[in-house]
């Protein structure tokens, strides 16, 4: 079983920012879809963004866009996420997915074979 470890969460104040990381625990482990979700306190967990294999394709949620960009390092199957401006609605455990099937970019959580832990990043205002 293949496990994703996230890491970069922390206390920051409003417009501050952080860069959160994910790598695997096994280093054969390969990946095609490499994406990042969201859990709120008391919500859903939500789709934040996703990227390609290749890197060249990418997605994000609305309430994220131009302000988080991801990005990934795909010879070693680690995938980043900074996070510019954070407002105190992106208060939430962030989690890492992965899934290594052959299909383009989507933002469902049942999309992603594989998941992390969790950071969690906490936004004051």
């Known amino acids: 079983q293949v496990e994703l470890v996230e890491s970069g969460g922390g206390l920051v104040q409003a417009g501050d920012s952080l860069r959160l990381s994910c790598a695997p625990s096994?280093?054969?482990?390969?990946?095609?879809?490499m994406g990042w979700f969201r859990q709120a306190p008391g919500k859903e967990r939500e789709f934040v963004a996703a990227?390609?294999?290749?890197?060249?394709?990418?997605r994000y949620a609305d309430s994220v866009k131009g302000r988080f960009a991801i990005s990934r390092n795909s010879a070693e199957n680690t995938v980043f996420l900074q996070m510019n401006s954070l407002k105190p609605e992106d208060t939430a455990i962030y989690y890492c997915?992965?899934?290594?099937?052959?299909?383009?970019?989507?933002?469902?959580?049942?999309?992603?074979?594989?998941w992390g832990q969790g950071t969690q990043v906490t936004v004051s205002s």
């Open positions: 990227i390609s294999r290749s890197g060249s394709g990418t």
């Open positions: 096994r280093r054969t482990f390969t990946t095609n879809l």
């Open positions: 997915a992965a899934d290594p099937r052959p299909w383009g970019i989507r933002n469902g959580e049942d999309d992603y074979r594989y």
